[in-house]
């Protein structure tokens, strides 16, 4: 959604309070969580899971600040998660080689690397630890420790301090659409914010449903609907991504806390909720008047 810790926050901040979010992958300084406790999937990496990509510096600004708490979790310099990295493939090889069945060899399985180039088996060398930056006093030199490194297990949580910020954030935010207003206005100035809530999440999805005429409902009718501004090859796929997160949570999370029962909220909270589905409302409105002008 960005790449300012603010950024990570609100994506955070998607989903209820107290839930955890597990680090599975780590490539190019960027962290990949699942969300634990929720979604029907196969696998950690299963689409159907729900997933939020975060810098590893926002990460480490959101811990300082203690709007986030990390178990398993540090920040280490490049050299030493290279040792980390190898550490871990090292251990998974020979955990492989256990489960098959055979017999756990006494040598480092890292030495025997490789692949096959036309009948001709080619070994593979790790880059020289020597290589790779660590500190050096004697040059006055002092390696960045921004290195996000974690243990089995670990795992980050938002913390009350990050979701005050973060109500504070969606507060400031508040812009409620011109479609909306008429109906949404009057409920909050009566302080009925579950109302107002319930109200742009049908706002939300009534929109969807009749952009890309469909009967489904809740989260099948968000992967519909983006599966339709797909087709109109506009926009990026981690664009499309990140609005396929937004439109389920908003649903699934939100929206779905009020849909079923009468609820009062104090108003910081209600603001941060309201804005947050304002927010939503906005960018389906947005994408269908650029898609669904051109496809039909």
């Not at 999440?201 to 501004?229: C, D, P, T, W």
């Amino acid at each position: 959604m960005g790449d300012s810790w603010q950024a990570a926050l609100i994506n955070l901040g998607s989903f209820p309070e107290g839930t955890v979010f597990a680090p599975i992958s780590y490539i190019d300084r960027c962290i990949l969580l699942i969300v634990q406790g929720f979604g029907n999937r196969l696998d950690d990496f299963d689409e159907h899971g729900f997933h939020i990509a975060v810098w590893d510096e926002n990460i480490k600004e959101l811990s300082t600040r203690g709007l986030v708490a990390l178990e398993g979790i540090s920040f280490v310099t490049r050299r030493q998660y290279e040792i980390f990295k190898r550490d871990v493939m090292r251990r998974e090889m020979l955990d492989n080689i256990e489960s098959s069945g055979r017999e756990r060899p006494d040598y480092d399985p890292l030495l025997n690397l490789g692949f096959m180039d036309q009948g001709e088996f080619i070994p593979f060398r790790f880059p020289s630890l020597e290589g790779f930056d660590d500190d050096d006093p004697e040059e006055g030199w002092y390696a960045d420790r921004n290195w996000f490194r974690h243990e089995s297990g670990a795992k980050v949580v938002l913390t009350d301090a990050g979701l005050r910020q973060l109500e504070s954030f969606w507060a400031r935010a508040l812009k409620i659409p011109d479609t909306a207003r008429a109906r949404v206005s009057p409920l909050i100035e009566l302080n009925m914010y579950d109302t107002a809530i319930r109200e742009i999440g049908a706002l939300i999805e009534s929109h969807m449903r009749k952009a890309i005429s469909s009967q489904a409902y809740g989260v099948a009718l968000a992967n519909e609907f983006v599966n339709y501004v797909k087709a109109t090859n506009r926009h990026d796929d981690w664009a499309l991504k990140v609005l396929r997160k937004e439109l389920r949570t908003a649903l699934k999370f939100v929206r779905n806390e009020f849909a079923h029962s009468v609820s009062d909220l104090a108003q910081p909270r209600a603001n941060a909720l309201i804005a947050r589905m304002c927010h939503v409302l906005t960018q389906v409105e947005q994408v269908s008047l650029l898609d669904f002008a051109c496809l039909s």
